[in-house]
Each structure stands twice: as structure tokens, then as C-alpha cells.
Antibody
Framework: EVQLVESGGGLVQPGGSLRLSCAASGFTFSSYWMSWVRQAPGKGLEWVANIKQDGSEKYYVDSVKGRFTISRDNAKNSLYLQMNSLRAEDTAVYYC???????????WGQGTLVTVSS | DIQMTQSPSTLSASVGDRVTITCRAS??????LAWYQQKPGKAPKLLIYKASSLESGVPSRFSGSGSGTEFTLTISSLQPDDFATYYCQQYNSYSLRAFGQGTKVEIK
């Protein structure tokens, strides 16, 4: 059974940093692109970033470029999102998702809440 | 950048109704469009991929159509479990996986 479990969310002050993790199981993690998608309270889904199987390609939405870094450790079946210079508008539930060329996001984690507030 | 526009934003319908949601892309995305269902407090669930392919386990009352820039999600006979928010997403390129703004299907 495919499982994605996010962790690392919490309350952080504006300008602070946070590192999210996503533990994957039930599939060959190293064979798939992976994505982070967020959802601000009461708002829609926003794609944040994704990363190729070997980490050689990474893409970001404009609003997080230069502040967020996506990475992965295939030996640990884990996906990460390093978030720096956090702003109030980064407050959201962050989901990791398996990202396939054929289907888009076919499996999603349960999400982890990031709150940026003083 | 490709922009995705869904309509309507909110839809009020009754059990048994036929429901159609539209998604428009600002430029052609061929058939690289997915539809997701999301219920409050839950992760999105993939319903349709490649514009018209039904994900395994999804009821056949859900269907998708379209190509290029115009796409539709149809629920042939709305069931109580279908009241949720629906999102389209283009995945024409790995460099940008934009979502539509969502359509909330409410009980009439």
C-alpha cells in the first residue's frame, strides 16, 4: 500500500525557517517525481515544487523561488522541503504527492500545517 | 505561464442531478489534465487523469472530456458522497503544475 506521511510543520515567526519531511513507503520511491502542494486556510490548492527521480531537475512556483528548496534522499525514501524567509502568506497545509507523467498526483499524504505568525 | 480557470466557483445541486464543471487553460495542454475531489480536512483524491481516463476505484458516474484548452468534469447522477470541492490541474510540463481555483458542489 502506498503511503506518504508528512511531518515537520508547526508555528514559526515571520522570517524564520522550517524543514518539512515526507516519508514514502509501498512503492519504489526512486522511480517517481515527487511534488509539494499547499493549501492556505479556506483557499484552493497551489502547486509549490517538484523534483525528478534523481534530483537533477527541480521546479518551483514563482512565489517561493529563492526561499524554498526541495530535495530528496532515495536511500531513506524521503522527500524534503526546506523553507526559509517564511512569510505570513506561506501559512498553509503542505501536502506531498507522488507525481506521474501519465496521471499527475496519484497519491497524497495527509498534510502538515505550517503557521507563520508572530 | 499556463493559467487554469474553473467555472462555476460554487454549484448548488440535488441528489440525482447531472453536474458539469468546466476548466479552461490559457494555452493548449493537449489532454494533460487531471480532476481531483477534496473533502474538508482531507487530502485531494485523483478522479480523472489525461482528461478522460477514470482512476481505478472511482465510480463510473464520474467522467471527463475535452482537449486543448477546454475540459469538463461530469457527474452523471450526484450522490450524497459527492458533495465536495473539485479541482482541475494541468500537468503538461513538470515545470509548472497549475491548479484551477476549485468548484464547491453544495447541497441545494
Amino acid at each position: 500500500e502506498v503511503q506518504l506521511v508528512e511531518s515537520g510543520g508547526g508555528l514559526v515567526q515571520p522570517g524564520g525557517s522550517l524543514r518539512l519531511s515526507c516519508a514514502a513507503s509501498g512503492f519504489t520511491f526512486s522511480s517517481y517525481w515527487m511534488s509539494w502542494v499547499r493549501q492556505a486556510p479556506g483557499k484552493g490548492l497551489e502547486w509549490v515544487a517538484n523534483i525528478k527521480q534523481d534530483g537533477s531537475e527541480k521546479y518551483y512556483v514563482d512565489s517561493v523561488k529563492g526561499r524554498f528548496t526541495i530535495s530528496r534522499d532515495n536511500a531513506k525514501n524521503s522527500l524534503y522541503l526546506q523553507m526559509n524567509s517564511l512569510r505570513a502568506e506561506d501559512t498553509a497545509v503542505y501536502y506531498c504527492a507522488r507525481d506521474r507523467a501519465l496521471t499527475g498526483g496519484d497519491y497524497w499524504g495527509q498534510g502538515t500545517l505550517v503557521t507563520v505568525s508572530s | 505561464d499556463i493559467q487554469m480557470t474553473q467555472s462555476p466557483s460554487t454549484l448548488s445541486a440535488s441528489v440525482g442531478d447531472r453536474v458539469t464543471i468546466t476548466c479552461r487553460a490559457s494555452q493548449s495542454i493537449s489532454s494533460w489534465l487531471a480532476w481531483y475531489q477534496q473533502k474538508p480536512g482531507k487530502a485531494p483524491k485523483l478522479l480523472i487523469y489525461k482528461a478522460s481516463s477514470l482512476e481505478s476505484g472511482v465510480p463510473s458516474r464520474f467522467s471527463g472530456s475535452g482537449s486543448g484548452t477546454e475540459f469538463t468534469l461530469t457527474i452523471s447522477s450526484l450522490q450524497p458522497d459527492d458533495f465536495a470541492t473539485y479541482y482541475c490541474q494541468q500537468y503538461n510540463s513538470y515545470s509548472l503544475r497549475a491548479f484551477g481555483q476549485g468548484t464547491k458542489v453544495e447541497i441545494k
